[in-house]
Nanobody, 118 residues
């Protein structure tokens, strides 16, 4: 059972936008504030790759191919993590996973399919 329920995937045309979110309702805010938060993706036949990270709320890092198009953010009060994806390309098609690594453990979402049609 996924520990971080995700939402927001779907089918979009090239150039479109989607926002993914996951909720960490079972984690306390003090753990979330200092946690490493990640979005991964896995396309068919490929290894899972790290798309974006927020580490302790201080720095945000992106996969080179999504820089300038994807924005990762968090709302600690709502216990939510977001990935806003703009100017989507067919090569962004994958299952996207939310991940939070904190002092209380390593948590994953169930995965959300994003399909970009050409």
């Amino acid at each position: 059972q996924a520990q971080l329920p995700q939402s927001g995937g779907g089918l979009v045309q090239t150039g479109g936008s989607l926002t993914l979110s996951c909720v960490a309702s079972r984690l306390i805010t003090s753990v979330l504030s200092s946690a490493e938060m990640n979005w991964y993706r896995q396309a068919p036949g490929n290894q899972r790759e790290l798309v974006a990270s927020i580490i302790g709320g201080v720095s945000t890092n992106y996969l080179e191919s999504v820089k300038g198009r994807f924005i990762m953010s968090r709302d600690i009060a709502k216990k939510k993590v977001y990935l806003t994806m703009n100017d989507l390309k067919p090569e962004d098609t994958a299952v996207y996973y939310c991940n939070i690594r904190g002092s209380s453990g390593d948590y994953w979402g169930q995965g959300t399919q994003v399909t970009v049609s050409s």
